[in-house]
């Protein structure tokens, strides 16, 4: 099957989700001047409450449009939860945590041989500071460059075009726009009877910041925040125990991946009590003890810990917004409710990210503002949730982008796999990283691909040729015909789609 002509798909990304109703309110014509003004007071085309991965990018696009543009964040850091106690910070630590392990376990399989190999855990977490605020500072040089005026508070609307900002030095001003963007992300969501004190039990920023190696930790929830957390702290000695009410681990990742997936982290010597309900907790001692029990009920059991991680999810941020004073409108689950556009029920504010459904990922915060903006701007925008990837970052790496093996199965769509494991591949195999698989779903008819699914090292990287295919409708065959360099672990993508449409070379 021929890839998708570049102009069919110019075509349809200027006119899917356009909205065609009369009541969007979004034809306004906007002077495209350059000036802005110093003070967040004066009237803006774009307010953006919220400086994390959607609102500062959503802010820099606006401003790239031609828009004058406020941007509110209350942190005083710009880059959100994501850049200051999230995705970079954690990243540094795996990464950190990582080479220690490979120093002290696989170097000398390497022919590389150390005496000693130590924990520094001070100079580890003192890395991790500085690759946050040299991002954080970057930001806001990207805002100076595009003229983007910040302020640094708390932000409420006080009517769809006005918000009142009590800034962190303390003083109130009164930002107006014509458009409003709420990017005010997402908190952690806690669990009935546990208090979270950042010291004994901790949220994943406190997990961020320990100044001690726990002896024992055990991770509430086993999902992507849990895994990647339990990760560090296990290779840097910790005895880890992830504690999950569901059957599974990451119950979103394609099984046949999600069971090899297991495999692996218990061989790190990560234990999993699945299936398993917390009803208790006792911080007053020393360390923690945690009552659990199973989740259909059942006998109770005692688990002991240093620290106790709770990593049970997140939930949508907007405490403080007055959103009920203007009549915004959210769901049970207290996630803004939009439409196409990223526009609210209440005319002029908007909101992306984390506060609305759909995936609580960067990423996709940083689409939802790139294309609420654009259509601010009178242009066109777009963002499928269907194909936005995701990643674990744990070791090896699990990475995927479309339609999982039992998604299918439940939509009743016709499909053929293709797979293909690294230890069949050259590159895997020669620098011994050959743990892991790659996994190709496509449609039966026509082998369109519908889903990737990567275990291996960098999968995270790997998986961008999936979602640049997934995103143009191409087919297993056009992976396939793909000319790849060898050797490279993306060989393993080009042998999965071999396999997917008629059979790999070098299995």
């Given at each position: 099957m021929a890839m998708a002509s570049l102009a069919r798909r110019k075509a349809y990304f200027l006119t899917r989700n356009i909205s065609k109703?009369?009541?969007d309110a979004l034809r306004f014509s906007f002077s495209l001047?350059?000036?802005?003004?110093?003070?967040?007071?004066?009237?803006?085309?774009?307010?953006?409450?919220?400086?994390?991965?959607?609102?500062?990018v959503a802010a820099i696009k606006a401003a790239q449009l031609g828009l004058k543009t406020t941007c509110i964040e209350k942190r005083g850091a710009l880059g959100g939860t994501c850049l200051n106690v999230g995705c970079i910070p954690s990243k540094a630590l795996l990464h950190s945590s990582h080479m220690y392990h490979e120093?002290?376990?696989?170097?000398?399989?390497?022919?590389?041989?150390?005496?000693s190999v130590e924990v520094d855990l001070p100079a580890m977490l003192a890395q991790k500071d500085t690759a946050v605020k040299n991002l954080t500072r970057g930001i806001e040089g990207l805002f100076k460059k595009n003229k983007v005026n910040y302020v640094k508070g708390y932000g409420k609307f006080l009517s769809p075009s006005e918000v009142s900002v009590e800034t962190i030095d303390g003083e109130n001003t009164v930002v107006k726009g014509k458009h409003i963007i709420v990017a005010t992300g997402s908190d952690v969501k806690s669990l009935p009877g546990i208090t979270i004190d950042e010291k004994k039990i901790v949220?994943?920023?406190?997990?961020?910041?320990?100044?001690?190696?726990?002896?024992?930790?055990?991770?509430?929830?086993?999902?992507?925040?849990?895994?990647?957390?339990?990760?560090?702290?296990?290779?840097?000695?910790?005895?880890?125990?992830?504690?999950?009410?569901?059957?599974d681990i990451v119950p979103s990742m394609d099984g046949e991946i999600r069971k090899q997936f297991q495999r692996t982290l218990e061989k790190q010597k990560m234990k999993f009590m699945l299936k398993t309900k917390v009803v208790g907790v006792d911080s007053s001692g020393d360390g923690v003890k945690l009552i659990v029990e199973p989740a259909e009920g059942g006998n109770q059991t005692t688990l002991e810990a240093d620290v106790v991680l709770v990593s049970a999810g997140r939930t949508p941020f907007t405490s403080g917004l007055d959103l009920e004073k203007i009549g915004v409108e959210?769901?049970?689950?207290?996630?803004?409710?939009?439409?196409?556009?990223?526009?609210?029920?209440?005319?002029?504010?908007?909101?992306?990210?984390?506060?609305?459904?759909?995936?609580?990922?960067?990423?996709?915060?940083?689409?939802?503002?790139?294309?609420?903006?654009?259509?601010?701007?009178?242009?066109?925008?777009?963002?499928?949730?269907?194909?936005v990837p995701g990643v674990v970052y744990t070791y090896p790496e699990v990475a995927s982008v479309g339609k999982t093996e039992e998604q299918l199965k439940k939509d009743g769509v016709s499909y053929r796999v293709g797979k293909f494991p690294f230890m069949a591949n050259s590159r895997a195999k020669a620098i011994d990283t050959a743990e892991g698989m790659v996994k190709i779903l496509a449609d039966k008819d026509t082998d369109?691909?519908?889903?990737?699914?990567?275990?291996?090292?960098?999968?995270?990287?790997?998986?961008?040729?999936?979602?640049?295919?997934?995103?143009?409708?191409?087919?297993?065959?056009?992976?396939a015909r793909v000319c790849h360099a060898h050797p490279t672990l993306s060989e393993a993508i080009k042998e999965a789609a071999m396999a997917t449409y008629d059979k790999p070379i070098h299995m």
């Open positions: 109703s009369p009541t001047t350059r000036g802005f003004a110093s003070s967040g007071s004066d009237e803006n085309d774009v307010v953006i409450i919220g400086g994390g991965p959607g609102g500062y120093a002290k376990h696989v170097f000398a399989s390497h022919g590389v041989k150390v005496s949220s994943s920023t406190g997990a961020l910041s320990l100044t001690e190696i726990p002896k024992k930790l055990i991770v509430i929830g086993a999902g992507y925040i849990g895994l990647e957390m339990g990760s560090v702290w296990g290779r840097l000695g910790s005895e880890v125990t992830v504690v999950e009410f569901a059957s959210t769901d049970k689950g207290g996630r803004i409710l939009v439409n196409e556009r990223f526009l609210t029920n209440v005319s002029g504010v908007y909101a992306i990210g984390d506060v609305i459904p759909g995936p609580m990922l960067a990423h996709k915060a940083e689409e939802d503002g790139v294309a609420c903006v654009e259509f601010i701007a009178g242009k066109h925008g777009h963002v499928d949730y269907d194909k369109k691909i519908l889903g990737v699914h990567i275990m291996s090292a960098n999968a995270g990287e790997l998986i961008h040729e999936a979602v640049l295919a997934i995103n143009y409708d191409a087919s297993s065959e056009d992976i």
